[in-house]
């Protein structure tokens, strides 16, 4: 369950930020490519900040 929300607020903020980018302002693209570094890091380092505040708002796996 946890999984399926980090993955679906990653994605919905990338698709948000395109967006933005878009039709707002091209440096929304630089909140993109920082959604993509924390995916890189937590792959990485298995350590993920969305997992933390999902812990501490009581959602278990």
Do not use: E, P
């Not at 607020?9 to 993509?36: D, E, K, P, Q, R």
């Amino acid at each position: 369950m946890k999984n399926r929300i980090v993955r679906a607020v990653a994605g919905s903020f990338i698709l948000i930020s395109l967006l933005l980018a878009i039709y707002h302002n091209i440096h929304w693209l630089w909140f993109t490519a920082f959604v993509g570094v924390n995916l890189l890091q937590s792959s990485i380092t298995k350590w993920c900040l969305m997992d933390d505040i999902l812990n501490k708002m009581g959602i278990k796996d």
